[in-house]
């Protein structure tokens, strides 16, 4: 289930601006070159698909990669994207999660006052 909890949504306005409107998912692939590979074709779909760099990537059975302009960028999206994956885990004892509608995150992710939060929070994106 890990591909379609990570390619459901997003669970709050703050993962929206913190980690962007979708994560990117690699498939599994053996680690060295192919992985790399699966890496950098799995990012130009989302690239393709979202018009931005995917700043969340979770690599099937390998992890985690977070993008970041800076320390404090990639520190932060590290820290919503932990705290949303414990989010994501609890909902499973209550019926399982209930995403933001694709249209609302879309709107969130493009506020100008979002925009704003991001820059005084320590980052642009």
Not at 44 to 64: D, K, T, W, Y
Not at 82 to 89: D, E, F, N, P
Request: charged share 25%; glycine share 8%.
């Amino acid at each position: 289930r890990g591909e379609e909890l990570a390619r459901g949504g997003r669970l709050t306005p703050e993962e929206v601006v913190f980690c962007g409107p979708a994560t990117c998912w690699v498939p599994y692939t053996d680690p060295g070159i192919g992985l790399a590979r699966a890496v950098r074709e799995s990012m130009e779909a989302f690239l393709q698909v979202h018009s931005s760099c995917p700043r969340v990537i979770f690599m099937q059975n390998h992890g985690l990669l977070v993008t970041g302009k800076n320390p404090e960028e990639i520190l932060s999206t590290t820290q919503m994207t932990v705290k949303a994956v414990r989010t994501l885990r609890a909902t499973m004892d209550f019926g399982g999660p209930r995403y933001l509608p694709p249209q609302e995150t879309a709107r969130i992710d493009t506020r100008p006052d979002e925009a704003f939060r991001k820059k005084v929070s320590g980052w642009e994106a």
